[in-house]
């Protein structure tokens, strides 16, 4: 069985949605997928285990920006870093599926900690990218008998 980590910092809306239909998918090839969410993420009806632990970002740019703008950008992105690497670590799923980039400019340091150990996947429009399937494709290579893990 293929152990997905769906990694989606959203709280609302298309990706919160988009990743429940993922999760579902995979499930229902075989797999297990669990979805890693902010804080904020609304209640789900399925079957999904969802983990509620990255914190809730304030998304957009504000009018004013300055030096206190980027601080909070970067330690945002330093609690969700950690938070993802710690779920990584004690689940450790074969692959990690990232839904929306934590924060574009800082991503690819957390990036190269993960990919040494597993597959990292993200969506096409996201700042990475990687040579790994999609856990959609995993799933369909699971359903058609072409996956063995």
């Known amino acids: 069985m293929v152990r997905v980590l769906l990694i989606d910092p959203s709280s609302r809306g298309g990706i919160a949605a988009y990743t429940a239909l993922i999760a579902?998918?995979?499930?229902?090839?075989?797999?297990?997928?669990?979805?890693?969410?902010?804080?904020?993420?609304?209640?789900?009806?399925?079957?999904?285990?969802?983990?509620?632990?990255?914190?809730?970002?304030?998304?957009?740019?504000?009018?004013a920006i300055g030096p206190g703008f980027y601080a909070r950008r970067l330690q945002a992105w330093l609690r969700s870093a950690l938070v993802v690497a710690a779920t990584v670590r004690r689940g450790q799923p074969d692959v990690v599926h990232f839904?929306?980039?934590?924060?574009?400019?800082?991503?690819?340091f957390l990036?190269?900690?993960?990919?040494?150990?597993?597959?990292?996947?993200?969506?096409?429009?996201?700042?990475f990218r990687s040579r790994a399937p999609s856990p959609i494709a995993l799933a369909s290579r699971r359903s058609t008998g072409q996956l063995t893990a």
Do not use: I
């Open 24 to 63: 579902q998918a995979v499930q229902s090839a075989g797999g297990e997928p669990t979805v890693l969410g902010a804080r904020a993420l609304e209640a789900a009806t399925d079957s999904v285990p969802r983990q509620r632990r990255l914190p809730d970002q304030t998304w957009g740019r504000p009018d």
């Open 99 to 108: 839904q929306a980039a934590l924060n574009r400019r800082f991503d690819a």
């Open 111 to 127: 990036l190269r900690r993960l990919s040494p150990r597993r597959p990292v996947v993200g969506r096409p429009t996201t700042c």
